[in-house]
Each structure stands twice: as C-alpha cells, then as structure tokens.
C-alpha cells in the first residue's frame, strides 16, 4: 500500500472553497486521491471560509496548509477574498481554481501570492500534477532555514514542475507518485534505477522509465556514480 502521506509527513491539511456543492464534493474527492494531503474543510461562500480561516488561527480548529480557492463565489471573488485574508495577516498558501481566463485575474492572483493557477474545466491527472508540485514545494521551504540560493531557487521551481498533462505510453500515475516518493525517501538522496526497482518491485526497465520521464520533465536530475568497477551507473536526485 502506497504511504498516504507521500513519505514526507503528516497529510497537509486542505481547506476547498467552492460555492457549487457538486464541484466542491469532486474537488475534495480529488484531494483525498493524492498523496501526501488530506480534505480538512468546505466552504461555499468567502464568508464561511473567512469564519474557517479565522478559527484555524485562534486554535479553536486545527490549521489548514492548503487552501483551494474558487474565484467566481456568490458573496465575493477569490481575488477579494485573498486580499482580506492577507489584510487580516492569514498567510495560508492558496491554489485559485477557476474558468476565469482574464489576464488582470491572473496579474491579481500573483500580486496576492496565490502558488498555483488552475483552470477548468480539468482532470484529475493535471489535478495530482499541481498538487504535488505544491507537496514537493512545501516540502523544501518547511524547514526555518533556506541554506543558499540553489535551494530557493530548487524551491520555486517545484512549483513550476510540469509532468506535460498526459504520461507517456506504459506510465500510470499512481506508479509515478510512488517512484517520486521513492527518490525523496532515499537515504542518500538519490537513487539509481536498480534500486528503485527493487524498492518498488518493478523491472529494472520499467524503473528506468519513470525516472527517464521525471528527468525529462524537470522532476529530478541525472548524475553518474563512480565507485564500482566497470561503467558508471546512472543515478537521480529530485531537483
């Protein structure tokens, strides 16, 4: 059975805004399938969610990490929403899930520190795809301390990793989640395909294939190894 909680932790706690009752039940569905978080709360209009918030803050509930925000809901926009959040020094990170295309939303939406930008209507794959961008992200940046400028930057750029929507030919997503929690488990950090494989009990092949496809996509990088005789073999680190 696969870690619920991606092997970095406790779930991260998500709190979905979305005023439609059909869209907001999907979307925290859609939550509980992805490793490493968990659906803590629903809210259906800005001012629930403000309650919500504000009671997280003053320990009478326990703290979201996540919140996943409409933009379009019927007592406010997401824009505005964020915007009292930041005003009342509630500085929980924020995925905008919307149709809205305008680019001054989008310009708004980054202003407010909003992480991730999603636009409906989606999958689930391209779902999983932020979310764990947003995992790997939270990840780098829940320590006090950031060492140097290649961790901010390595920091940043798990938010911009993209797996490119559909997997190629062969690959499951599920698999790809555990190979990616794989490499963040290992004990060296990194990992080559063999001992992959048999972490995983997979072929050595197939193994090679995720991580191929993580490297290509930006996930991980390839170094080589030195130290047993013949050819160096081929081992990934996550960026």
Do not use: W
Not at 32 to 42: M, S
Not at 124 to 136: Q, V
Request: hydrophobic share 45%; proline share 5%; net charge negative.
């Amino acid at each position: 059975m696969a870690d619920p909680t991606g092997g970095i932790g406790p779930p991260l706690r998500v709190l979905v805004v979305e005023d439609d009752p059909i869209t907001a039940e999907a979307h925290a569905a859609y939550v509980e399938r992805v490793d490493g978080f968990r659906t803590a709360g629903v809210a259906h209009t800005g001012h629930e969610a403000i309650r919500m918030l504000r009671d997280a803050r003053e320990g009478r509930s326990a703290p979201f990490d996540l919140i996943l925000l409409d933009v379009n809901l019927p007592d406010t926009t997401g824009i505005e929403l964020c915007r009292s959040l930041r005003a009342a020094g509630i500085e929980t990170d924020v995925i905008a899930v919307t149709a809205v295309r305008d680019a001054a939303v989008v310009r708004s939406a980054v202003s407010l520190g909003i992480v991730q930008y999603l636009i409906k209507p989606f999958g689930f794959a391209a779902f999983a795809e932020k979310l764990t961008a947003y995992r790997d992200y939270h990840a780098r940046v829940g320590t006090a301390v950031v060492t140097d400028q290649q961790e901010v930057d390595a920091s940043f750029a798990a938010l911009r990793t993209s797996s490119g929507g559909d997997l190629p030919k062969g690959l499951t997503r599920e698999t790809l989640d555990r190979v990616r929690a794989a490499v963040r488990a290992a004990p060296s950090g990194a990992v080559s395909a063999t001992e992959l494989a048999g972490a995983l009990d997979l072929s050595r092949v197939t193994a090679r294939r995720y991580l191929e496809h993580l490297a290509d996509t930006g996930v991980v990088e390839r170094a080589s190894r030195y130290g047993a005789p013949g050819r160096p073999e081929v081992e990934y680190r996550l960026r």
